[in-house]
């Protein structure tokens, strides 16, 4: 990819490379870096992944960006189509395939769009576009529309309808659209800005083909939460955590007392024959309980996903996510916290519920206030329509199913309503969860594998003990021991004694320093802990192969307290490595 110098004022400016398309897009995000990285690297990683011209291409299609010292991903994970026809509508809107290097005599900054807008607006009469481009660009040199230019206009830019006259002659006829004015005043209208930040806001959030109800499950430490939070980076969520005391008005919304100071107004008093004694009259601050409903997780993203719903549709636009990620889902009791909200769990192919049920008094009232009044989630004077969400819908007050919706009489979860949920597989004997509730989820499950820091790159955390003097201990021989390689063997033993992969653990059950070292108190009050009281003791001490050591000449069984020195605040390091020793060299009786 030989770096490029800015051509001179009037080169050719229109990319000919390929017609942009969605699985183009796709297939160009997948083979570029997701993160930001110096040119000479990014050219050195790319190396034969061109062919021909596809990297003029994605640069020109603004999937990536350099500027001379640094590569810009415009993308930092992978698309699907739909979201990739979204970003083709967003962007193309501005430049349309326009070479970002080359300069031409318009007032819309490199927006071809708006320039053949104004040429046809000041030359009514004028429809050739091989002319038109001619005037815009200033230039004598010949130019040449192509078949590219001409799709891409014709499906990106919504305001300009061509026709081709005589391909042979490169004659095509070009008109404005009845309703251009409206979609240039709506959509065209942005100020100058530099190449690369054109597109920077454009947000692509769709989540369309991902389920909208769904756990990720897995031993603990393997970073369901960070996977959640790395797909939901640049959506609204609303997050929560169930535990043993979570029921429906901690989940979705209750009334709750609250103080509250009044105005009392002092009136004067009127006693016998029409004496009267001025109580200083007037008015004074007097404190008064009164109950509010007060939303919770649940309602809060429920508001937010229907007025996301309701401004995308009146505007047009794309429609933004609403996640609710609930942490932990299994240290609840589901049923008793889901309540009614149950039934909505079911979902159509359009995403909505597939049966609406009618609210309470109380949350009927709550929804609808939000609706008039609550500054996070008023409607103002859009409405929402969702007339086709629930097939054959017949309200129970004569009204129309949007109406009811916005109303509160009728809870219905919008299609762009997310709700995920975390579930440790060492806790899920918590509080079951029963069929019928699991049928209503996708299931993710989330493996045991080797961390990785946000570049991708492998992490080389390793356990370094050391003794009160701070000298490093020798582990077999060795300095330290790799982190990975202990859980792999850890890990081995656990499913053999639980025949269960539930009580395993992931890279991240613990972090690392700074260093990527995880010391001695770290070690034994975390993980022996964990192994001590969560697994061996729920699944026996038979091996002694683990649980004896020797001292003075004399076996003894080990304990957890035999993990610390006497006086119980430092970790024994002696104990510690000679368990870890034990575990490294550990075959299974079976073997």
């Given at each position: ?16 490379v ?81 070479n ?7 007032t ?32 004598k ?20 309808s ?26 065209y ?9 054109l ?40 997050r ?9 008005s901690?989940f ?83 049923a ?96 079951p ?62 499913a ?50 683990l649980?004896?050591y ?36 550990w ?5």
């Amino acid at each position: 990819m030989a770096k490029r110098k800015s051509p001179k004022k009037g080169s050719n400016f229109i990319c000919r490379v390929a017609n942009p398309s969605p699985e183009k897009v796709c297939e160009y995000v997948k083979r570029l870096p997701k993160s930001i990285m110096s040119e000479k690297s990014f050219r050195a990683y790319m190396g034969k992944k061109w062919f021909q011209n596809e990297h003029q291409a994605a640069e020109q299609w603004g999937l990536y960006y350099i500027d001379g010292t640094n590569y810009y991903p415009q993308f930092n994970r992978e698309l699907d189509l739909q979201e990739a026809e979204l970003y083709l509508y967003g962007w193309l809107k501005r430049l349309i395939v326009i070479n970002p290097y080359t300069k031409f005599d318009t007032t819309n900054d490199n927006n071809l769009v708006l320039s053949i807008v104004e040429h046809l607006e000041k030359q009514p009469l004028q429809h050739d576009l091989k002319t038109i481009l001619r005037d815009i660009i200033k230039t004598k040199k010949p130019f040449i529309v192509n078949d590219i230019l001409f799709n891409t206009l014709n499906k990106y830019s919504e305001v300009l309808s061509l026709k081709e006259i005589d391909q042979k002659a490169e004659l095509f006829s070009v008109e404005l659209k009845p309703n251009y004015k409206k979609i240039i005043n709506t959509k065209y209208n942005m100020n100058k800005k530099d190449y690369f930040d054109l597109f920077k806001n454009i947000k692509i959030t769709s989540h369309q083909d991902e389920p909208r109800q769904q756990i990720f499950y897995g031993a603990p430490g393997t970073g369901k939460s960070y996977i959640i939070n790395e797909n939901t980076e640049e959506d609204a969520v609303i997050r929560t955590t169930f535990h043993p005391d979570s029921d429906y008005s901690t989940f979705v919304g209750s009334y709750k007392p609250a103080p509250e100071i009044r105005d009392v107004q002092v009136v004067p008093v009127v006693v016998n024959k029409g004496a009267k004694f001025d109580l200083n009259k007037g008015t004074y601050k007097e404190n008064h309980i009164t109950y509010t409903f007060v939303i919770q997780a649940f309602l809060k993203a429920y508001l937010g996903a229907w007025k996301k719903y309701a401004e995308a549709k009146a505007n047009n636009t794309s429609i933004d996510p609403q996640f609710l990620i609930i942490e932990e889902i299994n240290r609840g009791n589901c049923a008793q916290i889901f309540g009614d909200l149950f039934q909505l769990l079911d979902r159509s192919e359009n995403g909505f519920s597939e049966y609406p049920i009618d609210a309470d008094t109380d949350l009927q009232k709550a929804v609808k206030d939000a609706f008039e009044n609550h500054n996070d989630y008023k409607l103002g004077p859009i409405k929402i329509d969702a007339e086709k969400a629930v097939k054959n819908y017949t309200s129970n007050y004569g009204a129309t199913l949007s109406e009811d919706i916005q109303e509160g009489r009728v809870l219905l979860l919008p299609p762009n309503l997310y709700i995920w949920a975390t579930m440790n597989t060492s806790d899920q004997s918590l509080f079951p969860i029963d069929s019928a509730f699991k049928r209503r989820w996708e299931w993710k499950y989330i493996k045991i594998k080797k961390g990785k820091d946000e570049k991708g790159k492998d992490l080389d955390w390793k356990i370094v003990i050391k003794d009160e003097s701070n000298n490093t201990v020798k582990i077999d021989g060795n300095d330290s021991l790799l982190w990975w390689d202990f859980l792999n063997k850890i890990n081995e033993i656990i499913a053999s004694m639980t025949s269960s992969a539930d009580k395993q653990l992931g890279y991240f059950f613990c972090k690392a320093d700074s260093n990527g070292e995880i010391g001695k108190d770290l070690l034994v009050n975390k993980v022996i802990f964990y192994l001590w009281n969560d697994v061996f003791k729920d699944y026996g001490f038979e091996d002694a192969k683990l649980f004896k050591y020797e001292e003075g000449g004399e076996t003894k069984d080990l304990t957890f307290p035999m993990f610390f020195d006497e006086d119980g605040e430092n970790a024994n390091h002696t104990r510690l490595v000679d368990f870890l020793e034990k575990v490294m060299k550990w075959k299974s009786d079976s073997k």
